[in-house]
């Protein structure tokens, strides 16, 4: 719960924060192939630390619903906000 509830402020709120802003620029300057560097990085320290620390699975299983719940939120969110913000309503 506490990994989708984290995942919804950085998307929503965080994002439109300075400092959610700047993040945006910086990995807009690096590039793709910065930005799969970063995904690769990231996702290779987060096995690495389950793998390294005794982290119960009942921990980890909450933790991959909660961000999993998130990317499906977000994805869905996102979508619907493209397809109604700006369209006109006549018809």
Do not use: C
């Not at 919804?8 to 400092?19: C, D, I, N, Y």
């Not at 299983?61 to 906000?81: D, E, M, P, W």
């Amino acid at each position: 719960m506490a990994a989708f509830v984290f995942g919804v402020l950085v998307a929503g709120p965080g994002e439109r924060s300075s400092l959610g802003q700047s993040f945006r620029q910086w990995t807009d300057s690096i590039g793709p192939g910065g930005r799969s560097l970063l995904v690769g990085g990231s996702i290779a320290a987060v096995v690495v630390a389950f793998l390294a620390l005794p982290i119960p699975n009942r921990v980890a299983n909450g933790l991959a619903v909660g961000l999993l719940s998130n990317v499906v939120i977000t994805v869905s969110a996102n979508y619907i906000h493209a397809k109604t913000v700006g369209r006109s309503n006549a018809a």
